[in-house]
């Protein structure tokens, strides 16, 4: 069997298509691939002078291709949330969450990302003080399952 075309129906809204995106990026390999075809890596990393060099590095590499990059579309950043009514609460409930990390995705090499814990307030500063330190247009919160009841 060969494949001779692929078709998507209906058509997508965006042009040339939808904002493509690197998973999880931790290299400046993977940002610098993402470059080429204007993809967007998300960054999960604690480490904002990464974040920042990763955008730095990646508007140089876009250039070369032609691409030129809006600051803030570099990449997206976010980590894990959890947000509950108080701090203490939300560090209650990533217990669960790090057994399941130091157990599962650990042991694979996929280290712990970048947490944001807390009460919305202490969310929104922390929010507040990446954008402030790295210029970020879009956030990925990884929310984990089964901590929330479906209310």
Known sequence: ?????IGIKPRPYQRPHPQLYGDFTASMTTAKFWACYVGRPIV????????????????DKAATHGHDIAPGD???????????ETDAE?????????????????????????????????LCQEIEAVANAVPINECFLLIPQGLHTRD
């Open 44 to 59: 999960l990393a604690e480490d904002l002078y990464l974040c920042w060099t990763i955008c730095s590095v990646y508007c």
């Open 90 to 122: 939300a560090q209650a409930q990533f217990a669960d969450v790090k057994w399941f990390w130091d157990n599962w995705p650990e042991q694979f090499g996929q280290g712990m990302p970048k947490l944001v814990v807390g009460s919305p307030d202490t």
């Open 1 to 5: 069997m060969r494949v001779e075309e």
């Open 74 to 84: 570099e990449a997206g950043w976010g980590g894990l949330m959890i947000c509950a």
